[in-house]
């Protein structure tokens, strides 16, 4: 399974806030730079031909309306790219059964 690296796009004042409000919608939407090698994000662009390349920065950006931290782990499956929140759902799930302090319990022992 191929995974390419996402930051938390800096906020600056010349361009939208991150998080920022889809105008059609209202929902928050978060901006993510895509980090990886060349060929890696060239294969990313070719998968998604409507991904979209900061002018200023030269960052290929990830847009969801998840937010996923300040970086995450972006994943490659067989219906396109997708944040992988394994470890956030595992952590909720043990939460349900046990509460916080299990949880974190139940974590540490996956290591």
Same mark, same amino acid.
């Given at each position: 399974m191929k995974?390419? !690296?996402?930051?938390?796009?800096?906020? @600056?004042?010349?361009? !939208?806030? @991150?998080p920022y409000r889809q105008r059609? =919608?209202?929902?928050? =939407?978060y901006v993510y730079n895509i980090e990886g090698t060349e060929?890696?994000?060239?294969?990313? +662009?070719?998968? @998604?031909?409507?991904?979209?390349?900061?002018s200023k920065t030269?960052?290929?950006?990830?847009? =969801?309306?998840r937010f996923s931290g300040k970086s995450a782990e972006l994943v490659q499956g067989e219906k396109g790219w997708f944040v992988d929140t394994i !470890?956030?759902? +595992?952590?909720?799930?043990?939460?349900?059964?046990?509460?916080?302090?299990y949880a974190k319990m139940k974590m540490a022992e996956l290591g």
């Open positions: 995974t390419l !690296k996402i930051t938390l796009a800096p906020i @600056n004042a010349d361009r !939208k806030l @991150n059609e =919608t209202g929902n928050l =939407t060929a890696e994000l060239k294969e990313y +662009q070719a998968a @998604n031909p409507k991904s979209i390349k900061d030269g960052h290929v950006l990830f847009f =969801t309306t !470890k956030e759902e +595992q952590f909720a799930s043990f939460c349900k059964v046990g509460g916080v302090e």
